[in-house]
């Protein structure tokens, strides 16, 4: 009888890439939004497109900063959940639950990633460094006991997602620096986040053998059931859509009738969210739904046409006065 052959080991900076976790950096397309939404309000109130090479280096630089602290957090997690990921039946391939790491090489990779990161994000402007150090600080809360926020039901999707709209911070304040987001749109990013974050952990529940099986794997996800997780994500979808709805009012009407693409984006992904070995326990590898992408794409162009338009008939037919659009706090 012949050994089975052995498969040969990765190289040592491959599994260090691997801590990191460039694949993630797709989520970080979430600030883009911020960015988007800046440029349209800096030619409201200014009067002019953002120009120049020196913004959009700005951006590039802020985009590329995000990605090097999401990192950051991404070895933090990896080295916090060690043990646990052993009991998970596809994260146990990890570098460091493989056993083919040792625990300090992540240690070691999460300060200098931060450093880095937060070095790249000065270059950008202080309020958007105070952004990039509030996002890496959240992966300490999230993940490092004593407060470890992912091992409390109901707490660990809103810690989690809070990385949402501190995403639209970022994006926003490589265009404008001097001010913040309004509010209803901060809450309403939020409340997204945290749908998909519950339907992420629905999918897992969904996965895993057993509720002792999902407690060590996670002991949040051992105190679920399935009815309180979908619980949530029509809590989160709803004040998600309701805060929405003030934003869209009070800044730019005709978005409103991006609103049924909107609602059926949830409905998609509640769909996806029940399907057998969700996709969903992986939000990273979505893009491989290639007909959820391309619902989200005709969202975005949408989205984007509808912002160039001004249509003064559609005030008038849902009786909302024009707006003056400054109310924005002024740092």
Aim: charged share 15%; glycine share 6%; hydrophobic share 55%.
């Amino acid at each position: 009888m012949t050994e089975a052959a052995v498969p040969p080991r990765a190289p040592l900076w491959l599994d260090l890439l691997r801590l990191a976790r460039p694949e993630y950096w797709f989520k970080n397309g979430f600030m883009l939004l911020g960015v988007v939404l800046a440029v349209f309000y800096r030619r409201q109130t200014a009067g002019a497109w953002p120009a120049g090479l020196e913004t959009w280096w700005q951006v590039a630089v802020g985009f590329a900063a995000t990605c090097v602290i999401a990192s950051s957090n991404y070895a933090l997690n990896e080295w916090c959940d060690l043990e646990s990921d052993r009991h998970h039946p596809e994260k146990r391939r990890r570098p460091l639950a493989a056993g083919r790491l040792p625990a300090w090489s992540a240690a070691v990779l999460w300060a200098v990633l931060a450093a880095a990161g937060m070095s790249l994000a000065m270059l950008v402007n202080r309020p958007f460094a105070a952004a990039g150090g509030a996002l890496w600080c959240m992966g300490v809360v999230y993940n490092v006991r004593p407060i470890r926020a992912k091992d409390w039901p109901y707490i660990d999707v809103l810690t989690e997602s809070v990385n949402n709209p501190l995403r639209l911070f970022l994006g926003w304040f490589t265009i404008l620096p001097d001010c913040v987001p309004p509010l209803s749109l901060i809450f309403a990013y939020w409340m997204a986040g945290a749908f998909f974050m519950a339907a992420k952990r629905l999918a897992e529940k969904r996965s895993l053998a057993s509720d002792e099986t999902a407690g060590r794997y996670r002991p949040s996800l051992g105190r679920y059931h399935e009815n309180d997780l979908l619980m949530q994500m029509f809590f989160y979808a709803s004040a998600g859509s309701l805060l929405l709805g003030v934003f869209i009012v009070r800044y730019h009407v005709e978005l409103i009738l991006a609103v049924p693409l909107m609602a059926g984006v949830f409905a998609a992904y509640l769909r996806l969210t029940l399907a057998p070995g969700s996709p969903a326990q992986q939000p990273e590898r979505l893009y491989r739904e290639r007909w959820l992408m391309s619902y989200l794409a005709v969202c975005l162009v949408v989205f984007t046409i509808l912002m160039f338009v001004e249509w003064p008939w559609l005030r008038t037919l849902i009786n909302v006065d024009a707006s003056g659009v400054p109310p924005i706090w002024q740092l």
